[in-house]
């Protein structure tokens, strides 16, 4: 199982310490590092800032949403960096909820999210391959353009520049039983939100027989202290924002998936709490044992035992939500 640091996405404003983790990271051994974007800062300028200043650890977008850039434009991003990191970039996507993406990005979220993730992979990947002009007859990503507002003199036409390689991975954020199965079948990998690993039998219809390489990359916040349940809050801050604030009461992914993870009742409660105002009762409801069972938190001892069941599963990649360096390298010696 390979190491890689997640960054996240900016809150107020940059944290100067992210750079300096990358970097010890890159020292320690770690394969990767990710950034992320919500409805602030951007993911793949931080990364071209990292891949300034390091030479080895690969970069990834954990993730980059689909509705802020159609796919053309997220394949100019990725083949860009590949070129400039030396062949170092990992295509991470996700296609967040009707919250964000109509109350954000201002465009309509797709009746059909199967089939518009499935054609802005195909368009990404048809960038990258360079084997001709693309050509999607889409229903959410058409290329070139045919819509009766269009002028109809889209012409179809191939990236200028030469990409670096034709096979950058591609990874899709996924969380639905269907979305998570088509995940298999048309990206590189997976990046689950949450994962759990005492409950992957939550996973095992929708993973089937997945094929040689395929790359399963959870992130799990990790924090070396003393203190568990202290340590823990950071975690219920955010399954608290995920499951009260990324998304609306009546459509959530984030509750949905603490649900089927056996969490149902808690997981409502935690919503209503939160969409009531009661941001910090809601934090607090979140059980202990879920924010327990997705994070690596407590004495090195007990991180060590509790890291062997992700270690023996199918997870390929750990994405390391860690705020400091002491974490990073205990991680990196108890991996080893």
Same mark, same amino acid.
């Given at each position: 199982?390979? %190491? !890689? ?9 940059? @944290? ?16 990767? $590092? ?13 990364? &071209?800032?990292? *891949? ?19 796919? &053309? ?5 990725? #083949? ?5 990191? !030396? ?29 518009? &993730?499935?054609?802005?992979?195909? /368009? ?6 360079? =084997? ?24 179809? %036409? ?42 992957? @039998? $939550?996973?095992?219809?929708?993973? !089937? @027989? ?22 823990? %809050?950071?975690?219920?801050?955010? #399954? ?14 984030? *509750?949905?998936?603490?649900? +089927? ?17 009661? +941001?910090? =009762?809601?934090?607090?409801? /979140? ?8 994070? #690596? ?13 992700? +270690?023996?599963?199918? $997870?390929?990649? %750990? ?18």
């Amino acid at each position: 199982m390979r %190491l !890689g640091l997640a960054l996240g996405y900016w809150g107020r404003g940059p @944290d100067p310490g992210h750079l300096a983790l990358a970097r010890e990271a890159e020292r320690l051994g770690y394969d990767s $590092v990710w950034t992320a974007e919500a409805w602030g800062s951007d993911a793949f300028t931080p990364l &071209t800032w990292i *891949a300034a200043h390091t030479s080895r650890i690969r970069l990834g977008t954990a993730v980059a949403q689909m509705a802020a850039r159609s796919p &053309t434009t997220t394949a100019m991003h990725a #083949l860009t960096l590949d070129h400039l990191s !030396g062949g170092r970039m990992m295509l991470g996507l996700g296609l967040s909820g009707p919250q964000v993406v109509e109350g954000w990005y201002g465009r309509p979220f797709p009746e059909s999210p199967l089939t518009a &993730t499935r054609e802005y992979v195909d /368009v990404v990947r048809q960038v990258l391959r360079r =084997e001709g002009p693309v050509e999607v007859a889409g229903r959410f990503h058409a290329h070139p353009y045919r819509g009766a507002d269009g002028t109809g003199l889209g012409k179809a %036409l191939k990236p200028i520049t030469h990409p670096l390689r034709a096979d950058l991975p591609v990874l899709l954020g996924a969380e639905g039983p269907k979305n998570i199965a088509q995940t298999t079948r048309i990206a590189d990998g997976w990046l689950p939100l949450y994962w759990s690993p005492t409950r992957t @039998d $939550v996973y095992e219809a929708s993973l !089937g @027989d997945l094929r040689e390489g395929f790359v399963i990359a959870p992130m799990a916040r990790a924090k070396v202290c003393d203190d568990v349940a202290e340590g823990l %809050l950071p975690v219920k801050a955010m #399954l608290g924002f995920y499951i009260g604030g990324m998304g609306h009461a009546a459509r959530n992914f984030h *509750a949905d998936l603490m649900a +089927r993870m056996g969490y149902e009742e808690e997981a409502r409660q935690v919503q209503e709490l939160f969409l009531a105002g009661r +941001r910090e =009762e809601a934090v607090l409801a /979140v059980p202990d044992a879920f924010a327990d069972e997705i994070s #690596l938190v407590g004495p090195r001892e007990r991180i060590a035992e509790r890291l062997e069941p992700w +270690r023996a599963g199918p $997870v390929t990649d %750990l994405l390391v939500l860690a705020p400091d360096p002491h974490t990073l390298r205990v991680l990196a010696e108890l991996n080893s």
